[in-house]
């Protein structure tokens, strides 16, 4: 038994630990569960729990096939929130196949590879996601009703919900989870926790987990969370706008004391890469039918092809950091993921972009006017490439991308794809209330 | 600190009682299978044998001891004046003996002599430092009375710098000595864990890391002031 085995075990014993829940992430980023006695954990981790693969998206080929959840002893955290007092505590899992190895379509494995595949180019790579969320009345018939009209930055009685949102600020700190803001955002019952940076993976782990402390808490407190991108036509949608930090030896690769913007060559390539892969990998970062209602003009999400310092509406952002704390704070931020993304994914496809802009030198094109000077009547820049405005159209600019397919890897690239599209082919045959509004009773 | 195993076919109050002023703790076996259906957790700390009027069965019972996967050592063997032709051929099955009767200042000493390594690392595998109390083997990290829950890599971190107080390490040596050097997450996943730790120590006692400025981190005072 290794070191980190066998202090699991220990923990296990001392703690009086009754249940272990083995986590892993299917496909389309949502969070999977079984739970083992203790008694069963020495084998866990020696042989890897067997399950059957064919439950789970993405993870089945035509039949069936077994699988092994081996877990991360690294991961094993008590789960100290709510109404977990059943003395419970997880560990994400990494997915084998039956003959030991990696399954390609375990996300986990995924942004692995990309990260080690960076770290051999000496760039360790860190995240730091804003994740936004609504609280809706908890009601039967699906639709969502706000718990209050506060708005930005709100400390009134009209932000009924800051209980909840003490109760899971604890509960992420209590998990090593830790958090740099938390503030009532633009939309009625909208909602922003910010994440401070970790490693891609870790954070990857983090988002899991907070999006599942996040709903439970909200369903202790008798309402609804969601992270559907956007709930409420004609208010804010939720976004997951991720900081990214590159280091090399310990020391920030994104910034240079000597460059006048104090943007380092590195830098400059990194957001160059992203910016001209960002229509392929859109549909990996905002997966769902829903996410493209987010992504139009005049709601603060991105629209255009474009990096800029202040402009709020471009898809990079690159804040400019207080004199004197270069070193701590240059860092990029890429606006268009939404929190129902699979993060793993995410973070691999946005790593694997960057570094693909690194490799190839590409250049940084001019950066975005701070103010709406400069755009088209539909929001984007003149000469700029939109980000695509459907589902649809972002699969088109996935399936012709040779990073995208490289990254995630065959299996997965095409299980995404044939789902998605499925998605699609779905939306398509609804007839929406805005058609019956529209043309019903005129037509 | 785990038990001897301790084997006396005959009644010896004297011995238990050398035993528990000694400060050694002990577990009494009966049979061979006891080695096994009896050991603690973390094995047994090594074994006292006394051979007494049927040393067929006393043998027996070291070789269940030494042919575990981690054999059992000390073994103290107490044999009698008319039974020293035993000894013969048997060398490997125990690391000293006395005879028996035995004298209890030569026994003590004996035992002393044998066990002085064991009780070494048992002293070391305690940290106190203040309000915290780590115990090394049984990874329990403690503060102010109340454990701490803590992942494995932070567990980790904590054990290697409170060993060393007042000793300052960069984020690279932290790196490569608790984390390896060929992890994906880089220097910075010190800081990451640093903070989590802190969080986890609670504000109280967040600051017995302590950030040094431009170099890395350190547990405890500094040794200069």
């Given amino acids: 038994m290794e070191r980190p085995q066998d202090y699991v075990l220990r923990r296990v014993e001392e703690r009086g630990i009754r249940i272990v829940r083995l986590w892993f992430t299917d496909v389309q980023g949502q969070l999977k569960s079984f739970a083992i006695s203790p008694a069963e954990l020495e084998s866990a981790f020696e042989d890897g729990m067997v399950f059957d693969g064919s439950s789970i998206d993405g993870f089945s080929r035509i039949r069936e096939e077994d699988m092994l959840a081996r877990p991360d002893p690294t991961t094993f955290e008590l789960m100290r929130w709510g109404n977990n007092d059943e003395n419970a505590a997880r560990m994400f899992c990494d997915i084998q196949r039956a003959d030991g190895t990696p399954f390609p379509g375990d996300s986990r494995h995924v942004l692995r590879r990309v990260m080690e595949q960076a770290r051999v180019k000496g760039y360790t790579f860190f995240a730091a996601p804003e994740m936004e969320y609504f609280l809706f009345e908890e009601n039967r018939k699906g639709s969502p009703i706000p718990l209050d009209r506060g708005s930005y930055f709100d400390l009134t009685t009209a932000d009924i919900a800051s209980d909840i949102r003490r109760h899971t600020l604890s509960s992420l700190e209590a998990m090593g989870i830790s958090v740099e803001y938390s503030f009532h955002e633009d939309a009625p019952s909208q909602h922003e926790i910010d994440l401070r940076y970790t490693d891609a993976l870790m954070m990857a782990d983090n988002v899991m987990t907070f999006r599942l402390i996040v709903r439970e808490i909200a369903l202790e407190h008798g309402v609804h969370a969601t992270f559907m991108p956007k709930p409420l036509a004609g208010e804010q949608g939720s976004g997951m706008h991720t900081h990214l930090s590159l280091f090399r030896d310990g020391k920030n690769a994104f910034y240079d004391p000597n460059s006048p913007d104090g943007l380092s060559e590195t830098a400059k390539h990194f957001v160059a890469g992203l910016l001209h892969h960002a229509r392929e990998i859109t549909a990996v970062t905002n997966q769902l039918v829903n996410s493209y209602k987010r992504l139009i003009t005049g709601y603060e999400a991105p629209v255009n092809v474009s990096w800029a310092r202040s402009n709020r509406a471009a898809l990079i952002r690159i804040p400019t950091p207080r004199a004197g704390s270069g070193e701590d704070a240059t860092r990029i931020e890429y606006r268009a993921p939404d929190p129902a993304c699979n993060p793993y994914l995410a973070f691999a496809v946005i790593l694997a972009a960057g570094m693909k802009g690194i490799e190839m030198g590409y250049e940084l094109p001019l950066e975005a006017p701070p103010s709406m000077t400069g755009y088209t009547e539909h929001g984007g820049l003149i000469d700029q490439d939109q980000l695509p405005q459907s589902l649809s159209e972002a699969l088109d600019e996935m399936e012709k991308s040779e990073l995208v397919a490289e990254t995630l890897g065959e299996h997965l690239f095409g299980w995404f794809l044939r789902n998605k599209r499925l998605e699609w082919a779905e939306y398509k045959t609804q007839v929406t209330p805005f058609e019956l509004d529209r043309y019903y009773s005129s037509l | ?225």
Wanted: charged share 25%.
């Fill in chain 2, 1 to 225: 600190m785990s038990p001897v195993a301790l084997y006396t076919p005959e009644a010896s109050p004297e011995l238990t009682q050398l035993l528990d002023l000694g400060g050694h703790i002990w577990k009494r076996i009966v049979t061979e299978n006891d080695v096994v259906d009896l050991e603690p957790e973390e094995g047994w700390a090594g074994a006292i044998i006394q051979l007494g009027e049927d040393p067929e069965r006393g043998w027996a019972i070291i070789r269940a001891l030494r042919r575990k996967d981690v054999p059992t050592e000390p073994v103290m063997l107490l044999i009698k004046g008319n039974q020293l032709h035993e000894l013969q051929l048997r060398d490997e099955l125990f690391d000293d003996f006395c005879l028996d009767p035995f004298h209890p200042k030569e026994l003590e000493a004996r035992l002393t002599h044998l066990f002085a390594s064991e009780l070494d690392i048992s002293i070391s595998d305690l940290i106190e430092y203040g309000p915290l109390v780590i115990n090394l083997e049984t990874y329990e990290a403690v503060v102010e009375g109340q454990p701490l829950d803590l992942t494995y890599m932070e567990y980790e971190l904590l054990r290697f710098l409170a060993v060393a107080p007042g000793r300052v390490f960069t984020r690279e040596i932290l790196l490569n000595r608790v984390w390896g050097y060929e992890y994906y997450g880089g220097a910075r996943t010190v800081d990451v864990h640093v903070r989590r730790l802190r969080a986890k120590l609670g504000e109280e006692n967040a600051n017995l890391i302590q950030t040094v400025r431009s170099v890395g981190y350190r547990f405890g005072k500094s040794r200069w002031q």
